[in-house]
């Protein structure tokens, strides 16, 4: 039997890599590929890089990768040096070695699983366009064909969009493995993909394992970015409701002329989220 895991988007949330590292040991798969975002917007960046590269397993370039690699050095704009950018700017700056930020800058854009006898698989971050071009349950069957039809392999394999996916279209099927650290489905157990050889194709578990999440708001809690960063704030809060919160923010505060980087901004927007579908993206009108 083959079997190969895919995951992604652990977003620096060590106790949801744990479970499912745990979890890929019960599931026993002959390959395990992550597609890209092991680090940034949770407070764990360091420890999940060493145990992702501990574990040996190949990584895929994902665009949390890039933003940390343009916070390197002291050479960023004057308007990233501000509070708001610090989870990522510390990140760069203070927790990731020079070692590690090589390491990424060596990441493929691309990861192909070629098993003898199954359809070839490419992995990618976000589409064949670009890594911060998601696929999933929104785009049409046109969409998503233009998103991956430059893939010679028929199961493409993106992440970015933090919620499992699964079609076919065309000649392709197209999946997306959710998220580990950070879901936007609605469902806050750390999620990811298990494809299994069956009768010459493949079928597809997604898989969500459930974790104790209070470790890693008390990881965010000892880096003491969470009184200083309004984006901390809003991070930990996706964690907490599985939902996407970060570009409803920035438009409630924009909307109300409020401060973006202000502990009574965010209280009013977590006040004014409370209650709405978890897993949805959420918008709000001036008021």
């Known amino acids: 039997m083959t079997r190969i895991a895919v995951m992604a988007d652990i977003h620096g949330n060590l106790p949801a890599l744990q479970a499912v590292v745990e979890d890929v040991r019960q599931v026993a798969p002959d390959q395990v590929i992550v597609a890209g975002d092991v680090v940034n917007r949770g407070p764990q960046s360091k420890e999940c890089l060493d145990l992702v590269r501990a574990m040996g397993w190949p990584v895929v370039f994902g665009n949390h990768e890039e933003y940390v690699l343009k916070f390197e050095g002291d050479s960023t704009p004057e308007e990233w040096r501000g509070d708001w950018w610090l989870p990522t700017r510390s990140v760069a700056q203070d927790e990731l070695t ?34 911060n071009d998601g696929l999933g349950f929104w785009m049409s069957d046109a969409e998503l064909i233009a998103a991956v039809g430059e893939s010679p392999e028929p199961v493409v394999i993106g992440a970015h ?98 401060p973006l980087n202000a502990m009574t901004s965010f209280v009013k927007y977590r006040e004014a989220s409370a209650g709405t579908t978890p897993g949805r993206s959420l918008h709000f009108a001036a008021s």
């Not at 990424?104 to 990618?124: E, W």
């Not at 806050?188 to 010459?200: E, F, K």
């Open 161 to 258: 969009t933090h919620r499992p996916f699964n079609r076919r279209v065309g000649r392709w099927w197209v999946l997306n493995t959710g998220a580990v650290g950070v879901p936007f489905n609605g469902n806050p157990a750390a999620q990811y993909l298990v494809l299994t050889a069956d009768g010459g194709d493949w079928r597809a578990d997604f898989r969500a394992v459930p974790y104790d999440r209070a470790p890693v708001y008390a990881a965010w809690e000892r880096t003491g970015h969470l009184e200083r960063s309004m984006a901390a704030q809003v991070f930990k809060y996706e964690v907490e409701t599985a939902t996407f919160h970060l570009m409803a923010y920035i438009e409630f505060c924009e909307v109300r002329g409020l």
């Open 98 to 131: 020079a070692d590690d930020l090589a390491y990424l800058k060596a990441l493929p854009l691309h990861y192909v699983v070629d098993a003898p006898d199954l359809p070839g698989i490419r992995i990618v971050h976000g589409s064949l366009r670009a890594i």
